[in-house]
């Protein structure tokens, strides 16, 4: 149960907010708090859009679905990182998400490939050896 003055009053909220060190439930469980997920958390309703604000001129959210999300990264795996660094890299997303379910995986995978090939391959050949070493236990 929520603090009072925390609590919702007629229905618990369906967000990914959590409140941090003084929580007094579960604050959230184990359900993901980012989006978009794959595990059926809430989805953008309109009816609770911000409305548009008038600064220099408009300022609203937009939908950045369509954006260019991996040029900066490929500059940066193939301008700044060395390659002991790019090592690093893939060994630590690597260690942090072998425990994801494979279908994320792939996906993950999927977006490292398009940022770089060794990246997608580096990180899916690290993942392979943990999921083979957890299947042998």
Known sequence: QQIPVNRHLNSPARNYQRDGPGCVDDNGGNAPNYFPNSFSGPNHDAKYAEHVTVCTG??????????????????????????????????NIAGHLKDAQPFIQKRAIYHFTQIHADYGRMVSELLEKHNAAKSNM
Do not use: H
Request: aromatic share 8%; charged share 30%; with cysteine.
């Open 58 to 91: 408009d300022a609203k959210r937009i939908e950045t679905g369509d954006e260019d999300n991996y040029s900066q990264v490929t500059t940066f795996w193939n301008k700044v990182l060395s390659p002991q660094s790019r090592q690093n890299l893939c060994e």
